[in-house]
């Protein structure tokens, strides 16, 4: 029996009989709107009322056409499920029922997805990963490592094929350059298979600045008060666009059997009652009995979302205040956190997030909310990143920037807290690949977007020359691109084995230790035991204690006496005596955390 998915858009083409398709379109901007598809003639469409148009046509999957606005203009559908010529060519009707799923995890069971508690996400680039099917080759490898779940960087069809996908302008059609719909179906189904989830990053808050046509047939849809960097803001006050929105969330997880998505850059939406309608949304229509989470970015740090629907955000304090720690940097939006990031760090471990009404200098006012009530698992934390590196001049990693030994040090933390970690790809091996900033816009929206780049890092001491600013890679450029592509034999070197090994170790001993206790658990405090060092614990949900302490200063820092138990994972610089140590798998408070040291405990006996 053949198992399909297709979900019901109120946008766009539905195929409705194998050679009979109808066609719905918004455009309040229009009195009149015409239907062309090619090799047909041209068909007038009926308007509905609410500036909605509407046509049937004899015509099946495959099928290209356009929706023809004015005399001089005709776009592709904002609904498009697949644009196999780019942004500016025509759409084309997709029927969804024509892929077989597969369906099954590794069980043979129906696949229903994992818990949250139990997600070690991935992110990945398609395109710098050899599009669909480059990812799907991967899998086995990444779920033999204790990856659950992989990360998508958004898909939305952008113009060109080199784009990290926030400049995507047709938010239903997966990425041409990346493979057809059929390939991320089968990527999806694969990972199910292997018992991974699959995330997708999708971005709500813009369109791109190519290949948008929405505004000159509906231009309700952009609100004229309201600027962003990326131009006029989206009116979620308007119903269709809305149900846009909402059903393009839908149309990934119910269609493409997505088991979550992460929505970029909240902060940017104007209606935060449309994310809360969202969620709900969401909660209601996918089956009962499914897992699907929903994650966020957002500087706000929204603690109301995160009690309201989202499983959890992306905890971009945690990120920079471990890189000051790690690297000394100390401008840009890492200003916010040179003055004491250790404290920042404690606050990050025992509460959440770092700013919860604190002021924040470069916004020159508050920012946040007090976040101590959540559970750690409503946190994502990661040390790397495609903003974190990418959004660097030069793209560099942490395995360039920081001591080796501090990075494996803070690495066993991320993977043995009990926040969810994140990792970016390539660095379960500890590349040192740069991740650039790439596109493959026409040449002259190419050469602002470069010049606009070189532009804002004169505010970087290092950039404050000209000169030097002409070296930073034109993100146009196709060797850019290139040079963000991993490079497998990374993993083959003596340092690339010990990462690999490093993070097997971890993530086993995650799946082991932490994965069955994070349901229930709370954090018991944390604070800083040294300019540099932190010590953190934690009640699990089985009442056992966790207890961690990371030392990334230049002296041994004595831990309290709570940090105690079994010795799940110790770091230490290479040639550092353990023989003070009375017993391998009990740490006992008088043990020292040497520099660039960290000591996990689990203390299961304290609930008994």
Not at 57 to 64: F, I, L, M, V
Not at 164 to 175: C, I, K, R, T
Not at 182 to 196: P, Q, R, S, T
Not at 358 to 382: D, E, K, N, W, Y
């Amino acid at each position: 029996m053949r198992t399909t998915h297709a979900f019901a858009c109120t946008f766009g083409a539905t195929v409705i009989a194998p050679h009979w398709t109808r066609f719905r379109f918004w455009a309040p901007s229009c009195n009149h709107v015409t239907l062309e598809i090619e090799g047909a003639s041209p068909l007038p469409m009926t308007a509905e009322g609410a500036g909605w148009f509407v046509a049937e046509a004899p015509c099946g999957a495959g099928a290209r056409y356009r929706y023809r606005v004015a005399p001089g203009l005709a776009v592709p559908d904002p609904a498009s499920r697949a644009q196999p010529d780019d942004v500016q060519g025509p759409s084309m009707v997709v029927d969804p029922r024509a892929y077989d799923w597969t369906a099954d995890d590794r069980r043979g069971l129906p696949w229903r997805g994992l818990p949250w508690e139990q997600a070690v996400i991935y992110e990945i680039h398609v395109g710098a990963a050899g599009g669909f099917r480059g990812v799907r080759a991967q899998l086995p490898r990444l779920a033999a490592l204790g990856i659950t779940a992989i990360e998508l960087m958004p898909l939305s069809e952008f113009p060109g094929g080199r784009n990290w996908g926030y400049d995507g302008v047709l938010p239903y059609a997966p990425e041409s350059a990346y493979g057809t719909p059929d390939d991320l179906k089968a990527l999806v189904d694969h990972a199910h298979a292997l018992g991974m989830m699959v995330f997708l990053d999708v971005v709500y808050n813009h369109f791109g600045p190519d290949g948008n046509f929405i505004a000159a047939y509906a231009a309700p849809f952009f609100r004229a008060d309201r600027p962003t960097p990326w131009g006029a803001a989206i009116d979620f006050r308007q119903q269709a666009v809305r149900t846009y929105f909402t059903e393009n969330a839908l149309y990934w997880l119910m269609e493409y059997r997505f088991d979550g998505l992460r929505l970029d850059a909240v902060h940017a939406i104007a209606d935060r009652e449309w994310l809360l309608e969202l969620a709900a949304r969401v909660r209601a229509r996918v089956e009962a009995d499914r897992h699907v989470h929903l994650i966020l970015e957002n500087e706000h740090n929204d603690v109301g979302l995160l009690q309201s629907g989202f499983d959890a955000q992306w905890n971009d304090d945690g990120h920079n205040a471990a890189h000051v720690l790690l690297t000394g940097e100390h401008e840009g939006y890492y200003r916010n956190f040179a003055d004491e990031p250790i404290i920042h760090l404690a606050r990050v471990l025992g509460q959440g997030f770092a700013f919860q009404g604190q002021f924040f200098p470069t916004l020159g006012r508050p920012r946040g909310m007090p976040s101590g009530s959540l559970p750690p698992s409503a946190f994502v934390l990661f040390l790397q990143n495609h903003d974190q590196i990418g959004n660097r001049a030069m793209g560099e990693r942490l395995t360039v920037l920081a001591d080796p030994d501090a990075l494996r040090a803070c690495y066993g933390l991320l993977l043995l807290g009990p926040q969810i970690p994140l990792l970016f790809m390539g660095e379960e091996w500890g590349s040192r690949r740069p991740f650039l900033f790439f596109t493959s816009h026409k040449p002259e929206l190419g050469q602002i977007v470069r010049d606009g780049r070189r532009r804002e890092f004169a505010a970087f001491s290092h950039f404050a020359d000209p000169t030097l600013r002409e070296t930073i890679p034109d993100p146009n450029a196709p060797e850019t691109f290139a040079a963000s592509r991993l490079d497998e034999s990374e993993a083959e070197t003596a340092d690339g084995r010990a990462w690999l090994d490093l993070t097997g170790r971890l993530l086993r001993l995650r799946a082991h230790h932490i994965v069955p206790r994070l349901r229930g658990a709370h954090a018991m405090g944390a604070s800083p035991i040294g300019p540099a060092a932190v010590a953190a614990r934690w009640r699990m949900g089985d009442g056992a204690i966790l207890s961690i302490a990371l030392n990334l200063g230049a002296d041994p820092v004595a831990p309290p006496g709570w940090v105690a138990g079994r010795v799940l994972h110790r770091s230490a610089p290479a040639g550092h005596d353990h023989g003070h140590d009375h017993s391998p798998n009990h740490h006992h408070a008088g043990a020292a955390v040497p520099p660039s040291g960290l000591v996990v405990c689990l203390d299961d006996i304290a609930h008994g």
